[in-house]
């Protein structure tokens, strides 16, 4: 199964070259990610995240080395041929076949010859290459299994080589204590369920112009993973409360807990959702604007006239301005029905109203992104729809996949009529989008 020449063509195009990848680098964090959640379950959030760059430096830092020096020699030169048809050591191989068993479903032949090199007389940056080829992987519909394989290797080389390390991190018995009450308010925590899936018929996205409608919130079935979805790390506060039920339960237990050890141990745990979330989104709308570059997605022609606006697209599309919009929209900050939680977020936000009516240029309460305070409330409320993306690729990917790319399309789609008003610009779509 060689990859196809187009791959080389394809690098030829520096904008698509980048576009690739920055899909790699979102799918290579977002698959080790997933990985690593599953190989260290007792690991916390903020652990796991820790955990990650850490996986993902350290295969910088080797394919950073010669790989004719380099200890990893055989793993490595694998490694790269199995992730691209780029020979970086083709000194060593020669212009040759070269034929490996990558694992027992799947056996991977990839021609090598200069080719694959750059035509100006060079070659990117060994990781990048791997980036840019895992990219290339993640488009192409039918190469999963190969993807599931490569990233398996590069979490075995990892922990191979840090598995010592990684077991020092403490997960004290105070911490797992933590986390079996905190299992048990999240299979009990009540959900309003009719908030989020009863009225499907009337979900839209207000803009200043238009109403965008959006596709239905997709239901994650498992109960705890879908209060996890819902309760915000800061939120989380509203626990120790003297009358909510888990501080009681804090109270009774023999074990002596603080409520700073109660809620750090919390916001590290929640923290994984909205981490897993952000890096699920970044690869999927680093995956769908790759398609639009190539002509095999929907696309206004607006902008496939004006290519240079993919990356200011992308940054307004990943924004926490937009992503508070949408949870509003979801109404995901209302999901848990939990009375003493709901109170602590009304004074969150109570609390950020009145930093930007004091800091907003008339002095007047406005929605916009004039101030700190409205800043914070867009990254709070922009984190529930990160957690609930985070939580329904962990339960559903291919369904979270669905979802995510027709809530960016319908988005994407107030544009056509739009912009064939010479006066509307691409400033005013973004002030429509996400005010400002």
Same mark, same amino acid.
């Given at each position: 199964?060689?990859?196809?020449?187009?791959?080389?063509?394809?690098?030829?195009?520096?904008?698509?070259?980048?576009?690739?990848?920055?899909?790699?680098?979102?799918?290579?964090?977002?698959?080790?990610?997933?990985?690593?959640?599953?190989?260290?379950?007792?690991?916390?959030?903020?652990?796991?995240?820790?955990?990650?760059?850490?996986?993902?430096?350290?295969?910088?830092?080797?394919?950073?080395?010669?790989?004719? #020096?380099?200890?990893?020699?055989?793993?490595?030169?694998?490694?790269?041929?199995?992730?691209?048809?780029?020979?970086?050591?083709?000194?060593? &191989?020669?212009?040759?076949?070269?034929?490996?068993?990558?694992?027992?479903?799947?056996?991977?032949?990839?021609?090598?010859?200069?080719?694959?090199?750059?035509?100006?007389?060079?070659?990117?940056?060994? &990781?990048?290459?791997?980036?840019?080829?895992?990219?290339?992987?993640?488009?192409?519909?039918?190469?999963?299994?190969?993807?599931?394989?490569?990233?398996?290797?590069?979490?075995?080389?990892?922990?191979?080589?840090?598995?010592?390390?990684?077991?020092?991190?403490?997960?004290?018995?105070?911490?797992?204590?933590?986390?079996?009450?905190?299992?048990?308010?999240?299979?009990?925590?009540?959900?309003?369920?009719?908030?989020?899936?009863?009225?499907?018929?009337?979900?839209?996205?207000?803009?200043?112009?238009?109403?965008?409608?959006?596709?239905?919130?997709?239901?994650?079935?498992?109960?705890?993973?879908? #209060?996890? =979805?819902?309760?915000?790390?800061?939120?989380?506060?509203?626990?120790?409360?003297?009358?909510?039920?888990?501080?009681?339960?804090?109270?009774?237990?023999?074990?002596?807990?603080?409520?700073?050890?109660?809620?750090? =141990?919390?916001?590290?745990?929640?923290?994984?959702?909205?981490?897993?979330?952000?890096? &699920?989104?970044?690869?999927?709308?680093?995956?769908?604007?790759?398609?639009?570059?190539?002509?095999?997605?929907?696309?206004?022609?607006?902008?496939?006239?004006?290519?240079?606006?993919?990356?200011?697209?992308?940054?307004?599309?990943?924004?926490?301005?937009?992503?508070?919009?949408?949870?509003?929209?979801?109404?995901?900050?209302?999901?848990?029905?939990?009375?003493?939680?709901?109170?602590?977020?009304?004074?969150?936000?109570?609390?950020?109203?009145?930093?930007?009516?004091?800091?907003?240029?008339?002095?007047?309460?406005?929605?916009?992104?004039?101030?700190?305070?409205?800043? &914070?409330?867009?990254?709070?409320?922009?984190?529930?729809?990160?957690?609930?993306?985070?939580?329904?690729?962990?339960?559903?990917?291919?369904?979270?996949?669905?979802?995510?790319?027709?809530?960016?399309? =319908?988005?994407?789609?107030? =544009?056509?009529?739009?912009?064939?008003?010479?006066?509307? #610009?691409?400033?005013?779509?973004?002030?429509?989008?996400?005010?400002?």
């Amino acid at each position: 199964l060689p990859i196809p020449n187009d791959f080389y063509h394809l690098l030829d195009c520096s904008s698509k070259r980048r576009n690739l990848c920055n899909l790699g680098t979102h799918s290579l964090k977002f698959y080790i990610y997933q990985k690593l959640s599953t190989l260290l379950p007792t690991k916390s959030g903020s652990i796991l995240k820790v955990i990650v760059e850490d996986a993902l430096n350290y295969v910088k830092k080797e394919f950073a080395h010669d790989l004719q #020096t380099s200890d990893s020699i055989d793993e490595y030169s694998e490694l790269i041929y199995f992730g691209s048809n780029i020979s970086l050591n083709l000194h060593l &191989f020669g212009q040759q076949k070269l034929k490996f068993k990558a694992s027992p479903e799947l056996t991977l032949e990839f021609e090598i010859n200069k080719m694959s090199l750059n035509p100006r007389g060079g070659h990117l940056h060994n &990781f990048k290459w791997l980036l840019t080829a895992i990219g290339f992987l993640i488009v192409r519909d039918d190469e999963k299994l190969r993807i599931d394989a490569l990233i398996d290797k590069i979490v075995d080389y990892y922990l191979k080589r840090n598995k010592e390390a990684i077991d020092k991190i403490p997960d004290t018995l105070e911490i797992q204590h933590i986390m079996h009450l905190m299992n048990d308010y999240y299979d009990t925590a009540p959900v309003n369920k009719e908030l989020l899936y009863g009225n499907l018929a009337k979900l839209h996205l207000e803009t200043i112009n238009k109403t965008i409608d959006l596709p239905p919130l997709p239901q994650i079935k498992d109960k705890n993973l879908l #209060t996890k =979805a819902l309760l915000h790390k800061d939120m989380s506060l509203a626990l120790l409360h003297r009358n909510h039920p888990m501080s009681k339960s804090l109270t009774e237990t023999k074990k002596m807990i603080s409520n700073k050890s109660f809620y750090k =141990a919390i916001q590290h745990s929640l923290s994984f959702l909205d981490g897993f979330g952000d890096l &699920f989104i970044g690869k999927e709308i680093n995956d769908w604007f790759y398609k639009v570059r190539t002509g095999s997605a929907e696309i206004d022609p607006y902008f496939k006239q004006n290519l240079s606006h993919f990356g200011l697209l992308y940054r307004v599309m990943v924004s926490n301005s937009l992503f508070s919009r949408l949870a509003v929209a979801y109404k995901l900050h209302l999901g848990l029905d939990d009375d003493l939680v709901r109170n602590q977020f009304d004074e969150r936000l109570t609390l950020f109203s009145a930093l930007a009516f004091n800091n907003s240029p008339n002095n007047s309460n406005v929605y916009g992104f004039y101030d700190s305070g409205v800043k &914070f409330e867009q990254e709070i409320l922009g984190d529930y729809f990160e957690q609930y993306v985070g939580a329904l690729s962990i339960e559903n990917p291919q369904l979270a996949s669905e979802w995510i790319n027709k809530v960016f399309l =319908a988005i994407l789609r107030l =544009a056509p009529n739009r912009f064939n008003h010479s006066h509307y #610009t691409y400033h005013d779509w973004c002030v429509d989008i996400i005010d400002r």
